[in-house]
């Protein structure tokens, strides 16, 4: 028998769930849930403002939405989204698709997508481990989104190469023409060379040494994200670079319209993470794009893979 809960029309599916939350960003997420079950996405804006908090900003902001709210979906679309974490970009899917199928580790992240959502009837939420999950899984999907998603792979992904495994157990659950999207940092990005941390570890320049000092997260430069989609059986595949980043994304250039010299000057943003200023960021971008370099320097890439 199924294990159930509704939070208004959002369905969460604990079958998986072993009753214990492996993840957890700490007390800020039970503020997140106090928040989502007591506003509405309206209240959010005033309560990012108020609260001044990367924490709230990242998780809150509806301009997270804009990795994903330009693309084409409609009424007929079935959506696939691994690790959608507290819901940033599921409103975003659902509104625009048919159904969203999530896939979250933990429960309350899980209750916190459900209530900042309940009003939508086409979201359900499976609650575990995507490695028990995932092979129980036999529809097949229009899209499949890894959203911040394909830098953990090596820490939950059993395998000799996790980052191909894992493109390739994502690319099991796509229709013939589906697409599978992808969202991560540049470990080259212009941003790390100018003096902000690395995303995930915190570290300066970690990424850009090739993460020597951490493990258990890591990003690509764009070549080798291309070896890897090749790797995985992706042949075909488009990228688009979103700036200042995948997480705020106010513009997304693609390769066949770059940014043009004077255009890159939001670049003094690292809202969860001090940083020194190395140079003029904005000057160095005008040199990178008048050397037709752009997509190797770019923040985060979305990139596009057809099946």
Not at 9 to 31: A, K, P, T
Not at 103 to 130: C, M, P, Q, Y
Not at 197 to 202: A, P
Not at 248 to 258: C, G, H, M, P
Request: aromatic share 14%.
């Amino acid at each position: 028998m199924a294990l159930t809960e509704y939070v208004g029309n959002v369905i969460l599916n604990l079958d998986y769930y072993s009753g214990e939350d492996l993840y957890c960003d700490g007390e800020v997420e039970d503020e997140l849930l106090e928040i989502v079950k007591k506003y509405n996405k309206n209240d959010f804006n005033n309560i990012i403002y108020e609260k001044g908090s990367w924490e709230m900003m990242y998780h809150l902001s509806e301009q997270r939405e804009n990795i994903v709210g330009w693309f084409e979906f409609n009424d007929k679309t079935s959506v696939l989204e691994i690790g959608s974490g507290c819901g940033a970009i599921t409103g975003a899917l659902a509104k625009n698709s048919k159904k969203v199928t999530c896939i979250e580790l933990s429960k309350k992240r899980s209750l916190i997508n459900g209530w900042r959502n309940r009003e939508l009837n086409n979201i359900e939420i499976l609650v575990g481990n995507f490695q028990d999950i995932e092979p129980n899984i036999n529809e097949k999907y229009d899209v499949v989104t890894l959203i911040g998603v394909l830098e953990y792979a090596e820490s939950y992904i059993s395998s000799d190469n996790p980052y191909v495994e894992f493109l390739k157990i994502a690319g099991r659950h796509l229709k013939d023409n589906g697409k599978l999207l992808v969202a991560i940092e540049n470990k080259l990005g212009m941003k790390y060379w100018a003096g902000c941390k690395e995303d995930h570890v915190s570290r300066y320049y970690e990424s850009i040494e090739g993460y020597t000092n951490s493990s258990g997260v890591k990003t690509f430069g764009k070549t080798e994200l291309e070896d890897l989609f090749k790797n995985a059986g992706f042949i075909n595949y488009k990228f688009y670079y979103p700036y200042p980043d995948y997480k705020f994304a106010e513009t997304i250039y693609t390769d066949k319209r770059l940014p043009m010299i004077g255009e890159l000057g939001n670049n003094l943003r690292n809202f969860d993470n001090n940083r020194i200023i190395t140079f003029d960021e904005n000057k160095a971008f005008d040199t990178i794009i008048s050397n037709g370099l752009f997509q190797y320097y770019s923040n985060s890439f979305l990139v596009e893979l057809m099946k």
